[in-house]
C-alpha cells in the first residue's frame, strides 16, 4: 500500500510538474508575440509618419524650385530693361 501511495504521488508531482512549465511557457510565448506586435505596430507607424514628412518636404522642395525659376524670370526682366534704359547707343 505504501508502495503504491508513493507511486501516485510521484506521477502526480510529475504530472504537475509537466503542466506548470507548458502553460509558463504558453504565457512567456503570448508574452512576447504581444511585445513583438507592439513594436511592429510602432515601426509601422513611425514609417508612415516618415513618408507622409517626405512628402511634405517634396512638395516643399517643389515649391522652391519654382520660386527660383520665378525669381531668374524676374531678374533676366529687370536686366533687359535696365540695358534698353540706360545702355542704349546715342
Known amino acids: ?9 510521484s506521477i502526480l508531482s510529475a ?3 509537466v503542466s506548470n512549465f507548458v502553460l509558463n511557457r504558453r504565457d ?3 508574452k512576447d508575440t504581444k511585445e513583438n506586435d507592439e513594436e511592429s505596430s510602432n ?3 513611425i514609417d508612415y509618419r516618415l513618408e507622409q514628412v ?5 512638395k516643399v522642395l517643389d515649391i522652391l ?11 533676366n ?3 533687359e530693361q535696365h540695358l ?5 547707343e546715342k
Open 1 to 9: 500500500m505504501e508502495l503504491t501511495i508513493a507511486l501516485a504521488i
Open 15 to 17: 504530472v504537475m510538474t
Open 28 to 30: 512567456k510565448a503570448i
Open 43 to 45: 515601426q509601422k507607424l
Open 54 to 58: 517626405e512628402k511634405k518636404l517634396d
Open 65 to 75: 524650385d519654382s520660386y527660383d525659376k520665378e525669381i531668374d524670370n524676374r531678374v
Open 77 to 79: 526682366k529687370a536686366m
Open 84 to 88: 534698353k534704359i540706360y545702355h542704349r
